[in-house]
């Protein structure tokens, strides 16, 4: 209910900003760059969970190691645009993607679900198409922990901050970036320990435990057309506002760049330009639903580093506004992994053959309980539209990194076929008569339901 309210007002927002940019034509919202006086005051204030981190605070053997990673990928074409459904239309993303993380996870958006070319986890037994494509990924798995410990520094730093009552240590200046106090001693993590109880140490560590890294690859100059920024007038959209989905609550989002950055950006830099530079990438940053707070317009340079904090992605927007060079970035992100990993999947399916008896030459349900069966067709439906035809979908031009989802996918496809067998058995079961009718009707009712819905998506899947 809460979240139907919160969609229903966030909706209504809209409409209200909607109205307000028709009445306003032409002029635009006002939004800020590190050009502007008063940029950094309204970052102290209005966006102290934004973080930055210079590329001179990252270890040198890292950037090459990661920067190598990207170009590895895209000479291998690793990166695909992704088909997403928005208001049951489906788009293909401006940006190119690829998905690296934990073994067994996935990460969905848009109605998208993305399966993880698994990074070299312990324990786990991963063939790569080529050594390549294995060093790529070790590389972003060194970068995920780099982000971890960040990420975790940064929240401690600023709980620390909160507690004197001193919040202008929360926001890191470009020109004197404030990286220094939170950086320029190994043992700060340790010294600041004490102040927390262990369940806050937990809970930090858990909102910054990246189990997964989405990649980003975008030329602007293969693009015949960009969405142009609708609310400030900030440019070319590589990325439309938004906020990330699929997230454990208040946790991290941490963001590597990569800008091939060439001649061409020198070149802008001496021209007197009004607002955002257009050669160079920005992330623009908003609050959310508010009118009146002037946006954020921050220059991203190649192996900068910046974190959303805390409940940043929640409380605010966000969008990637294109440069002239290509692009690459890394985001890890804390991926609500209850529902969307191989784990979770294969338990739901043995807990649905938990209600199939076999015998020698046969099979047969050992309850027709509608809780019991409702149980057991949602489940079918999840096996079917959210992994199978998810991953059949798109999933192919996975097995240019590894072949490590498939044999997965095999045992869900056996799964799936006991499933179907089990509606089979549900179908025969409620045509017999000698049922308790009032038993037989409400199995029936919940049945026919999920059957219907089936239905739809079958229809809805072979269309697309």
């Known amino acids: 209910g809460g979240t139907m309210k919160r969609r229903a007002g966030e909706r209504e927002k809209e409409l209200k900003k909607k109205k307000l940019l028709e009445e306003l034509g032409e002029n635009r919202l006002p939004y800020l760059t590190p050009a502007d006086a008063d940029f950094h005051q309204l970052w102290k204030t209005k966006y102290s969970k934004l973080i930055f981190r ?36 489906d788009f293909l993303t401006p940006v190119s993607r690829i998905l690296i993380g934990n073994p067994g996870c996935t990460y969905k958006y848009l109605n998208t679900r993305l399966f993880t070319v698994p990074w070299p986890a312990e324990g786990y037994d991963i063939k790569y198409c080529s050594p390549e494509i294995h060093d790529a990924c070790k590389a972003l798995m060194r970068l995920n922990d780099y982000l971890h410990i960040e990420a975790v520094k940064a929240l401690r730093g600023q709980n620390l901050s909160e507690t004197k009552e001193s919040k202008a240590t929360t926001v890191i200046d470009r020109e004197q970036s404030l990286d220094a106090s939170l950086m320029e001693q190994g043992s700060v993590s340790k010294d600041q320990s004490s102040v927390f109880v262990p369940e806050d140490d937990r809970s930090l560590k858990n909102r910054t435990s990246y189990n997964l890294t989405l990649l980003n690859y975008m030329d602007p100059q293969e693009m015949l057309y960009l969405k142009q920024e609708p609310y400030f007038g ?79 992605n929640m409380t605010h927007q966000h969008c990637v506004l294109a440069g002239l060079s290509p692009r690459f970035s890394s985001t890890h992100r804390v991926a609500d992994s209850s529902r969307g990993t191989l784990e979770y999947i294969l338990g739901q399916c043995e807990l649905a053959l938990q209600n199939l008896q076999t015998d020698s030459d046969s099979m047969s349900l050992k309850s027709l309980e509608a809780a019991v069966v409702k149980q057991v067709e949602e489940i079918h439906n999840e096996v079917e539209f959210e ?22 996918m095999a045992k869900l496809e056996e799964f799936w076929r006991k499933l179907e067998i089990m509606t089979s058995l549900v179908l025969s079961e409620v045509r017999k008569e000698q049922q308790i009718e009032e038993q037989r009707n409400e199995t029936i009712s919940c049945f ?13 899947w072979t269309a697309r």
């Open 448 to 460: 026919l339901l999920l059957l219907k819905e089936r239905q739809k998506l079958r229809k809805e």
């Open 234 to 312: 900030m440019g070319s959209m590589a990325v439309s506002w938004h906020h990330d989905e699929n997230l454990v609550e208040r946790s991290t989002v941490a963001v590597y760049n990569y800008s091939c950055e060439d001649s061409a950006v020198q070149e802008s830099h001496e021209q007197e330009l009004k607002g955002r530079d257009p050669a160079v990438w920005h992330v623009g940053l908003k609050v959310a639903w508010d009118i009146e707070t002037p946006g954020l317009a921050v220059p991203l340079h190649q192996g900068d580093i910046y974190l959303m904090l805390d409940d940043l």
């Open 54 to 89: 210079k590329s001179d605070t990252v270890p040198e053997e890292l950037h090459r190691m990661v920067q190598e990673s990207f170009l590895t990928l895209r000479e291998h074409s690793c990166f695909f645009q992704d088909l997403v459904r928005i208001k049951r239309k």
């Open 387 to 408: 992994w199978l035809r998810q991953f059949w979908f798109q999933g192919k031009r996975y097995l240019k990194c590894t072949d490590w989802w498939l044999k997965p």
